[in-house]
């Protein structure tokens, strides 16, 4: 079955420290990932997306993830966490384009001053 | 680039009222649009999606339904809510031309059924 897990339900880091939020992903053909992310009460932004290519995909506000296929991760980080950072984080994979998308349930972000 | 607006941003109804969630998409042509539900504590559920007016797939049997009048709205229906319906009501679209393989979401929707 295709699904995707965040194993990590809340992290707490420190402002200025290093972030990584874990993805794994089951998906029977080559998937297309994404990360995105969402503010209290807002909708969620995109912050990356692979396809093909590159392993390690730039996003916005500093993030980049990393797909390894022989772990089945995409994982996201950031090398130093502002506190305007603090929100949900969403992974997701699916077939791009007409497709559908599976959700994680999503990481929450808190960032201690 | 597209924008896409959902109206009303916070809604509370009582359980067995009638309810409609709007979803509009400007910038955009013959976009495919999406319904998720997400409940508090939990990730997001696709609810309906459409690949064109008049063409809606259900994802979940349950209370509500919905529709695609014109190509750029898209509408969530319920004839009597249930309170397991309160969550925040997310609508996406993935764009027609340019960027196919992505999909872009709105505001939200904040509804609490009492």
């Known amino acids: 079955a295709q699904s995707v897990t965040q194993p990590d339900i809340h992290i707490t880091v420190s402002e200025g420290a290093s972030l990584e939020l874990r993805c794994n992903y089951s998906?029977?053909?080559?998937?297309?990932l994404f990360w995105y992310v969402q503010s209290p009460g807002q909708g969620l932004q995109l912050l990356l997306k692979?396809?093909?290519?590159?392993?390690l995909v730039q996003g916005i506000k500093g993030f980049e993830a990393e797909f390894k296929r022989s772990q089945s991760s995409f994982n996201l980080r950031k090398p130093s966490v502002h506190w305007s950072d603090a929100a949900e984080y969403f992974c997701?994979?699916?077939?791009?384009?007409?497709?559908?998308?599976?959700f994680g349930q999503g990481t929450t972000l808190q960032v201690k001053p | 680039s597209q924008t896409i607006h959902q109206w009303p941003a916070t809604l509370v109804q009582p359980v067995g009222s009638p309810l409609s969630l709007e979803c509009t998409v400007e910038?955009?042509?013959?976009?495919?649009l999406y319904w998720y539900r997400q409940a508090a504590g939990r990730g997001l559920q696709l609810l309906f999606y459409?690949?064109?007016?008049?063409?809606i797939s259900s994802e979940v049997p349950q209370n509500l339904s919905a529709s695609r009048p014109q190509d750029r709205q898209f509408i969530l229906s319920s004839k009597k809510l249930l309170l397991s319906d309160s969550g925040f009501y997310l609508c996406?679209?993935?764009?027609?031309?340019?960027?196919?393989?992505?999909?872009?979401f709105g505001p939200g929707t904040r509804l609490t059924v009492l």
């Open positions: 997701a994979v699916g077939p791009g384009g007409t497709g559908k998308l599976i």
């Open positions: 998906y029977g053909a080559t998937p297309y």
């Open positions: 692979y396809f093909s290519g590159d392993t």
């Open positions: 910038g955009t042509s013959n976009p495919n």
């Open positions: 459409s690949v064109g007016i008049g063409q």
């Open positions: 996406a679209c993935v764009p027609g031309t340019v960027d196919t393989d992505t999909q872009y």
